[in-house]
T-cell receptor, first 109, second 114 residues
Framework: RKEVEQDPGPFNVPEGATVAFNCTYSNSASQSFFWYRQDCRKEPKLLMSVYSSGNEDGRFTAQLNRASQYISLLIRDSKLSDSATYLCVVRNPTDKLIFGTGTRLQVFP | DVKVTQSSRYLVKRTGEKVFLECVQDMDHENMFWYRQDPGLGLRLIYFSYDVKMKEKGDIPEGYSVSREKKERFSLILESASTNQTSMYLC?????????????FGEGSRLTVL
């Protein structure tokens, strides 16, 4: 079983839609969690950290469910510019960052 | 702005050639990393370094070596390139003691080994 698993997608949604991605992790002792965004042929960049209480940054909301060992990313009012691959990243107990393979989002007009 | 610069965006090499990939960061970060990214496999850690002259193996170090002679520079070396090392190589850096979990990546070096 992979340490971090994501649905690869693609998720094809119209502008203005709400879309959510989940990511599951296998190590219950994982310490911290992040979402990165990677545009086509570009490098990954940190989108947001995921806090235990959940956190919001504009149209983006991240949540952590430790009991079920998953994190989620919700995007409201999708924009064309949100089209990208979203990488789930988990810091494991040895302090290493483990990357998921990513979920591709395509927003169409 | 943090800048991580990788020396070559695209390289084409032949099997058996020695390949150097250079990475320089300008934010005085203690930590530096080399990943490769392949479709369906995500980012996999090759080597990392938490200090000058220090290096640690990541998950897939076979066929690679690294050098960190200066804090700002971390080089990845393929002693004898093979076709299965065709990939996108990404260098990253981060703070040490102040590590927030944010990695700053370079634009990547796409290597093709023929």
């Amino acid at each position: 079983r992979k340490e971090v698993e994501q649905d690869p997608g693609p998720f094809n949604v119209p502008e203005g839609a709400t879309v959510a991605f989940n990511c599951t992790y296998s190590n219950s002792a994982s310490q911290s969690f992040f979402w990165y965004r990677q545009d086509c042929r570009k490098e990954p960049k940190l989108l947001m950290s995921v806090y235990s209480s959940g956190n919001e940054d504009g149209r983006f909301t991240a949540q952590l469910n430790r009991a079920s060992q998953y994190i989620s990313l919700l995007i409201r009012d999708s924009k064309l510019s949100d089209s990208a691959t979203y990488l789930c990243v988990v810091r494991n107990p040895t302090d290493k960052l483990i990357f998921g393979t990513g979920t591709r989002l395509q927003v169409f007009p | 702005d943090v800048k991580v610069t990788q020396s070559s965006r695209y390289l084409v090499k032949r099997t058996g050639e020695k390949v150097f990939l250079e990475c320089v960061q300008d934010m005085d970060h203690e930590n530096m990393f080399w990943y490769r990214q392949d479709p369906g496999l995500g980012l996999r850690l090759i080597y990392f370094s938490y200090d000058v002259k220090m290096k640690e193996k990541g998950d897939i170090p076979e066929g690679y070596s690294v050098s960190r002679e200066k804090k700002e520079r971390f080089s990845l070396i393929l002693e004898s390139a093979s076709t299965n090392q065709t990939s996108m190589y990404l260098c990253a850096s981060s703070w040490g003691a102040r590590d927030t979990g944010e990695l700053f990546f370079g634009e990547g070096s796409r290597l093709t080994v023929l």
